[in-house]
């Protein structure tokens, strides 16, 4: 069964670092693109950052410049490392997997397995 783990979330005071983990496990890892996605209470899920099977990256212009998407796929892991954390930054944070494309995608419909979340919260 295909299986996705987010980790890495916690509470940081604005201005910090943290970097999220995304290990997926019963798939073939190289066949996907992977993407982090964020909801905040009250608030439509968004896409923050996708990355390619070959690497190419999309961002949100909210973290253009703050956060950086990578892949270790012989770790089968994918990460969001998250720097200059702004209180609006606070939100669950979600790791997706995508099949079949050779590009990434910043849209919620197009990711095939979800992860359950980690919690990111950025104090004022």
């Known amino acids: 069964q295909v299986q996705v783990v987010e980790s890495g979330g916690g509470l940081v005071q604005a201005g910090g670092s943290l970097r999220l983990s995304c290990r997926a496990s019963g798939l073939v890892f190289d066949d996907y693109a992977m993407g982090w996605f964020r909801q905040a209470p009250g608030k439509e899920r968004e896409g923050v950052s996708c990355i390619s099977r070959y690497g190419a990256t999309l961002y949100d212009d909210s973290v253009k410049g703050r956060f950086t998407i990578s892949r270790d796929n012989a770790k089968n892991t994918l990460y969001l490392q998250m720097n200059s954390l702004k209180p609006e930054d606070t939100a669950m944070y979600y790791c997706?997997?995508?099949?079949?494309?050779?590009?990434?995608?910043?849209?919620?419909?197009?990711?095939?397995?979800w992860g359950q979340g980690t919690q990111v919260t950025v104090s004022s």
């Open positions: 997706a997997a995508q099949r079949w494309t050779n590009y990434c995608s910043r849209s919620w419909a197009d990711y095939n397995y």
